[in-house]
């Protein structure tokens, strides 16, 4: 088990950036694969990108594709999601999420999730 806490969320302008960082604690953070997902209010929760546990490999939804980027730092236990051209519709609760197999983070049954940080879009 690792506990997770996200931080970076904000309110910024449509077309505008955040970057987001998701600080696991324990000692084995690079064995998991690491993940982001988010929940617009009066929606279900939905997949936006992950990260196998070295790095090489990434996933991310369609809706995010060619403006978010998920990378990670295993010497600091930390996962990032860099959120570029922003729009409204990016507003949600981002969550970050943790477990040893990559389908199971790509699902959302990780065994391991943060509280959330709240990413507010202004058109």
């Known amino acids: 088990q690792v506990q997770l806490v996200e931080s970076g969320g904000g309110l910024v302008q449509a077309g505008g950036f955040l970057r987001l960082s998701c600080t696991a604690s324990?000692?084995?953070?690079?064995?998991?694969?690491m993940g982001w997902f988010r929940q617009a209010p009066g929606k279900e929760r939905e997949f936006v990108a992950a990260i196998s546990w070295s790095g090489s490999s990434t996933t991310y939804a369609d809706s995010v594709k060619g403006r978010f980027t998920i990378s990670r730092d295993n010497a600091k236990n930390t996962v990032y999601l860099q959120m570029n051209s922003l729009k409204p519709e990016d507003t949600a609760v981002y969550y970050c999420?943790?477990?040893?197999?990559?389908?199971?983070?790509?699902?959302?049954?990780?065994?391991?999730w943060g509280q959330g940080t709240q990413v507010t879009v202004s058109s």
């Open positions: 324990g000692r084995t953070f690079s064995s998991y694969v």
């Open positions: 999420t943790a477990d040893h197999l990559y389908n199971r983070v790509t699902s959302g049954i990780g065994d391991n």
